[in-house]
């Protein structure tokens, strides 16, 4: 049955997330946009009370919430949609916080896509972080040249990582890195490596246009030996590479659904302030008969629906057990370039209101690109999309 | 700067010339009617004539309330599967598009006109009869607007103009069936479930920069009997042979719809850039009067604010039918066309391309899915249907354009329908009325 409603069951959750983003993020958002680097103490309430609902029924509003449902015949809206839904209104409030939430980072969503039921039980509950990118290696991840060399029970752990998101404040890095370079991308496992495990280090912090009360982090490993049983999945080199990636066909509809709350945001505020200056946006008249500014708010509005629709379809695969690697990047890409667009637009059709920090609109201009570059950049969610359309590999369309 | 031109003797012979050449235009537009109606005079892009000659339509049945179609039920879930019945009428639909309307595409928009076997079949295959309530003689149980834009759809995947051409007997069917009375219904209605469903169209449109459905220069004057209408209608679908039409025009300053059968209007051949297979024409209503009977849905504001958005909802599900089309044809086409030794697919530039339309793709049909399925559950529907023309109007016509793009200079001569798709898809931005979901 055709229905693009968002079911009755999710309204609590919604409703819960919209209050904490209203009450808790919005009052805070400036705060620490300028103050940058300092730890958002007031998340913590936030995240104990998160814990609560995510033990609580039917699926959860957190990142951990992404693992795959068994397959079932009857249509199913569960935990990737309410994380999805919790996401969004979250970011609604404030991305950076959202990405600052105790036990809700990226490598949560990895910890809980491709761990075994023993690293479920052992990580689950950690704050874990994601470690991929490197000086030299971005888009490229099968580049990665940190190393992991099996030592007796162990792996040892050599190399740089870069724009590790909450590296600081994590309780664990999920980290990346090759059993043997030689082999390509194959060999690349992905490890969980707890805080204060010697040979860990944070480096530095990123100073950032946007998401700025959000920590980003270089982490250096030097020798840094972590047990044989924090390699995530399978240790099998044949098994590879497909399996770190499946945790971008969940983590993408996440930061889909990040732009789309952070978008919502802007289009809110730019309604109620074209307001205010006389212009009304009508949904009947055509676009051409109404002013200039309410003809530009309803074509970033349809880009939004698109976008807002696109996330949840593919939510809404992954909760059915339909392979959704397509669906994912044309989200992620549809809301990434949206969210930009619309968030800058939005400023320049709120002139200096919209330009200064008197409104959120300019924060919210600074903190939507990172949404366009983080877990696939624009682009490499067009290369997937137009790969699997095509029907073509990596080696035929580079 | 538009009166600039003067005639001279050179150009009073070419227009001379011109009404000669323009009396072949008269079959080439397809304006020969079973019954020869007469030729008033030249206009510009052909001659006017009298509308068909009407079957007349008579009460079959009283049955004095109207039989509605009652909402759907509304959903639990999100979900995006096509129910049993709505996944047989699509494969049918699309079978239907695949072997009939593709191949005759071409050919019918040479000749701004759609065989008339093939309307026959699209009428065989019951395109009117499913929005009908079974009470008279349809097939339908409740409203099923996903459904009309999964047909609608599935039809423009094949030929749009002819999907238009298909689709313009349902505009009136689903109007009636909507917002008709006891007495229009069983008028008109038994002859849309029969054998030989008449051509039938929704007039909405008028002939100008910025047209506003709201803001109607078409006039409905009171007359002691009824209504005086006066006022020009643009690109009508099947004009010529249509013996029945839902016009809308002001009120008392209000919009509204009136069904007005075919004797007493003038058509007017209005062959367009795209489209050309549904056949459009002007609908000249020169003081035509109609009774206090035909006013339809009371002449609501509601209904006919209810009766802009579901049309344009048709268009947004048709403009999704021919960007998919355009998808699917220029896939291959990448993948096969070899430059710089090897397939052009290679270039990101192009690949790029191919992605941007599919995504794009699948956010119209979301957005126009939605819309559909707010507006069968009985939800309000006016912000998703306006998002969703926006959205199928911007994107539908880059769509359009890069299909063209992607095939070079192949993709600009006519041995390829990527040409005929970028015509038609302009459409979508700019219509309104014709089609009704």
């Keep these: 049955m055709i229905n693009l409603e968002i079911p009755k069951k999710f309204g609590a959750l919604v409703n819960q997330a919209h209050q904490a983003a209203a009450e808790i993020f919005r009052p805070n958002s400036r705060k620490y946009d300028i103050a940058e680097h300092e730890y958002p103490k007031e998340l913590d309430i936030f995240a104990a009370l998160l814990d609560g609902m995510n033990s609580s029924g039917e699926g959860g509003a957190g990142a951990g919430s992404v693992r795959r449902t068994e397959k079932s015949n009857q249509v199913r809206n569960g935990a990737n949609m309410s994380i999805v839904l919790g996401a969004i209104e979250l970011c609604w409030g404030d991305v950076g916080f959202l990405l600052s939430m105790p036990r809700q980072g990226l490598g949560n969503a990895a910890i809980a896509s491709v761990a075994n039921e023993e690293q479920l039980a052992r990580f689950g509950k950690l704050w874990a972080s994601m470690a991929i990118t490197e000086p030299d290696t971005g888009s490229d991840s099968a580049n990665i040249k940190t190393t992991a060399i099996k030592d007796g029970d162990d792996y040892i752990i050599n190399g740089e990582k870069i724009f590790v998101t909450a590296g600081e404040r994590s309780d664990a890095v999920v980290v990346w890195a090759t059993l043997d370079k030689s082999l390509g991308r194959a060999a690349i496992k992905s490890f969980v490596v707890e805080k204060g495990t010697p040979g860990m280090e944070v480096v530095r912090l990123e100073n950032k246009l946007g998401i700025r009360a959000s920590d980003t982090a270089v982490i250096q490993f030097t020798d840094c030996r972590v047990p044989a049983a924090n390699l995530l999945g399978d240790p099998d080199i044949s098994q590879g590479f497909a399996g770190v990636m499946q945790t971008f066909d969940n983590t993408r509809p996440l930061v889909a659904a990040m732009a789309i709350g952070l978008a919502r945001a802007a289009l809110e505020e730019t309604a109620k302030l074209l307001a205010e200056a006389g212009v009304e946006v009508d949904y009947d008249k055509p676009a051409n008969q109404q002013h200039a500014a309410a003809a530009t708010y309803l074509g970033l509005e349809a880009d939004w629906e698109a976008a807002n629709l696109l996330t949840l379809k593919a939510a809404w695969m992954a909760d059915n057990s339909k392979p959704n690697s397509l669906e994912a990047s044309e989200a992620k890409a549809k809301a990434g370039r949206v969210v930009t667009e619309l968030t800058l637009k939005c400023v320049e059709l709120c002139g200096s209101i919209g330009y200064s920090e008197h409104t959120l609109l300019e924060k919210w201009a600074r903190d939507s690109k990172i949404l366009d570059i983080f877990e696939g950049t624009q682009q490499i969610q067009q290369l997937i999309v137009a790969r699997r359309l095509l029907g073509k590999s990596s080696g035929e369309l580079k | ?437």
Aim: charged share 25%.
């Design chain 2, 1 to 437: 700067m538009v009166d600039r031109h003067k005639r001279d003797a050179m150009g009073i012979a070419l227009a001379v010339l011109n009404r000669i050449a323009g009396a072949r235009l008269v079959r080439r537009f397809g304006l020969e009617k079973p019954i020869e109606r007469g030729i008033f005079h030249a206009t510009r892009t052909g001659f006017r004539t009298l509308g068909a000659a009407t079957r007349s339509f008579k009460a079959v049945s009283t049955i004095g309330k109207p039989a509605r179609l009652p909402s759907a039920p509304e959903r639990g879930l999100f979900d995006l599967t096509p129910d049993e019945d709505q996944q047989m009428i699509r494969d049918t639909v699309a079978e239907f598009a695949a072997e009939q309307l593709r191949p005759a595409a071409a050919e019918a928009d040479t000749a701004c006109k759609a065989p008339a076997e093939l309307l026959g079949t699209a009428a065989e295959l019951g395109l009117t009869v499913l929005g009908v309530p079974e009470d008279l003689g349809g097939a339908g149980s409740e409203r099923s607007t996903v459904s009309g834009a999964l047909i609608a759809e599935a039809l423009a995947h094949g030929d749009m103009g002819l999907a238009v051409a298909c689709l313009a007997p349902s505009a009136v069917s689903n109007a009636l069936v909507l917002w008709g009375d006891g007495d229009q219904q069983g008028t008109y209605l038994p002859a849309f479930v029969g054998e030989n469903v008449p051509a039938a169209a929704l007039a909405i449109l008028e002939p100008r920069p910025l047209f506003d459905p709201f803001e109607l220069k078409t006039v409905a004057r009171r007359t002691p009997e009824g209504y005086r209408l006066e006022g020009v209608k643009s690109l009508v679908p099947r004009a010529a042979e249509a013996e029945l039409f839902v016009v809308a025009a002001a009120l008392d300053g209000s919009p509204a719809l009136f069904i007005v059968e075919s004797t007493d209007v003038q058509i007017e051949a209005e062959p367009a850039m795209g489209l050309r297979a549904a056949a459009m024409g002007r609908l000249v209503l020169d003081n035509v009067t109609v009774a206090r009977t035909a006013l339809l849905g009371g002449g609501s504001k509601d209904v006919y604010a209810d009766c802009v958005r579901l049309s344009r909802l048709g268009w947004c599900a048709l403009a999704v039918g021919t960007a998919q089309a355009v998808l699917d044809y220029v896939i291959p086409y990448v993948n096969e066309r070899v430059a710089f030794g090897e397939p052009v697919s290679h270039r990101q530039s192009v690949a790029f391309k191919v992605a941007d339309i599919g995504i794009e793709l699948d956010g119209m049909r979301l957005v126009t899915y939605r819309a559909a399925s707010r507006a069968e559950q009985g939800l309000p529907f006016a912000r998703e249907v306006g998002l969703a023309r926006k959205l199928c109007a911007d994107k539908g016509m880059v769509i359009g354009s890069d299909g063209v793009q992607l095939l070079g200079g192949h993709g600009f001569v006519k041995e390829h329908p990527v040409e005929r798709w970028y015509r038609d898809l302009r459409a979508v931005g700019l219509m309104e009325g014709a089609v009704l979901l």
